[in-house]
Every structure is written in structure tokens, then in C-alpha cells.
């Protein structure tokens, strides 16, 4: 059974940085898309950012662009978050699919808690 596991998660000042990382073992990462995904405490999940399959290109949502992106090194996916503001506090999820990133992926960590705060 594939299982992403996150890491990386911290408490962070005011417009800190980190990075989350997401490690899919025994099976090639390249050959299923990955998503990072983030639920703030009262909130619906949303999505963050998409590492197609096959070592496709990568999608950062049009309000984060600026501020985060997505990278993959060998069997790891990484998202560089900068810039933090309390409104980016949230569980970060890692998942994996099949096919392509959408809000019902194949797979899923079991999240990275961030924290933004003074």
C-alpha cells in the first residue's frame, strides 16, 4: 500500500519560511501525480500545489504562486513555503494518484501541522 509521509511542519514567525517535505517509499514517485493540500482548523481542504506524473510539470495555485512552490528530488516532494502569514496555518497534506491531482487523490499522509504565529 503506497503511504506518503509529511514532514516539515513547525511553528514559524510572521513571514518565515519552511519546507515541507512528502517521501512515498517503495514505489517511484514519478509515476503517480502528487498534490499538497492544507485544512485550517474550521475549514474545508483546499488545494495548494500539483507535481503531474511521469516527472511532469508542476502547478502552484494562482493566490500562492508568489509565495510557494513545488519541487521533487529523487522518491521526494518538496513545498517551499515563504512569506508566511497566520492565514497560511493549517494541516499540509501530502497525497498521491493514480492518474492527476484532484480533491479525491488515491492516497494520503497523514499531514504536517504549520503553525504561523508571533
Known amino acids: 500500500q503506497l503511504q506518503p509521509v509529511e514532514s516539515g511542519g513547525a511553528l514559524v514567525a510572521p513571514g518565515g519560511s519552511l519546507r515541507l517535505s512528502c517521501a512515498v517509499s517503495g514505489f517511484p514517485q514519478e509515476n503517480y501525480a502528487i498534490g499538497w493540500f492544507r485544512q485550517a482548523s474550521g475549514k474545508e481542504r483546499e488545494a495548494v500545489a500539483c507535481?503531474?506524473?511521469?516527472?511532469?510539470s508542476a502547478h502552484v495555485m494562482d493566490h500562492l504562486q508568489d509565495r510557494f512552490t513545488v519541487s521533487r528530488v529523487d522518491n521526494t516532494v518538496y513545498l517551499h513555503l515563504s512569506g508566511l502569514t497566520p492565514a497560511d496555518a493549517a494541516v499540509y497534506y501530502c497525497?498521491?494518484?493514480?492518474?492527476?491531482?484532484?480533491?479525491?487523490?488515491?492516497?494520503w499522509g497523514k499531514g504536517t501541522l504549520v503553525n504561523v504565529s508571533s
Open positions: 507535481l503531474m506524473r511521469g516527472r511532469g
Open positions: 497525497a498521491a494518484d493514480n492518474h492527476f491531482c484532484h480533491m479525491a487523490m488515491d492516497y
